[in-house]
């Protein structure tokens, strides 16, 4: 009994001496376990914890009514205040009147840039008209002096034309000398002292001659004599 009293003192002496080893052990190991730099983001996000605390209790109004109120007293009783607001309220309203103002003018003014478009557009195809009438009224003028040249030289060739029927005539008394085309129908002859140099028929075409003085035509037929200059 007594041997076994001394085991179980000894084994009480003994068991704090090794709780104590175990806890110096564990902080010792965690120490190591931890890094340098694990241990000062810790500190610094535990500082920050700690001044936004302190800030946002200092800071926050304690009764957010009362500064209301006296907001809303101090509001209503400065006259600076009250008028910088009617102020305010009046140059609100003007610009929103002046706002409108503005649209409508716009407004008006792309509606009247719409219409000058238009003006413009109208008076180019007038003057494109105007120089296709000017280009069409000289094209007029210069078929018309054709024509007038073309019945000049037909009312000389009709005046000038000498018609003869069947017969014989003597030429520089009876008809001119010169170039003449002939035409008609039947049959021409020309001669020279009683030889004759032409023996054709006449056609609608004509042929061209040249008459001679003291040459004798003998026609048969009609015969009109075309002088060509």
Partial sequence: MEKDKDI???????????????????????AKDLSPLFIKVSSAICIVI???VFFVGFFIPKNDNNITKRLEKLQNTNSEYITAQNNYSSLSD????????LAD???NYEEFTT?????????????KLEKEKEELQNTVNTKQSTLDSLNNQVSSTSQSTLTLTSGTYAVG????????????????????????????????DGKDYVLNDDETIKI???AQFIPIK
């Avoid at 002496?13 to 709780?19: C, G, I, K, M």
């Avoid at 109208?122 to 003057?127: G, H, Q, Y």
Wanted: charged share 30%.
């Fill in 105 to 107: 003018k716009k407004k």
């Fill in 115 to 127: 219409s000058q478009n238009g003006l413009e557009k109208i008076n180019d195809e007038n003057d």
């Fill in 220 to 222: 048969k037929g009609k």
């Fill in 8 to 30: 179980i003192e000894v084994i009480i002496d003994e068991q704090p001496t090794n709780n104590k080893k175990i806890k110096f052990a564990y902080w010792d190991n965690l």
């Fill in 173 to 204: 008394e009876n008809i001119k000398a010169g170039k003449y085309t002939i035409m008609g129908s039947g049959s021409i002859a020309i001669s020279s002292s009683g030889k004759a140099r032409v023996n054709s028929n006449l056609t609608a």
């Fill in 94 to 101: 003007e610009i929103n009147t002046l706002n409108s103002d």
């Fill in 50 to 52: 700690v001044w936004g």
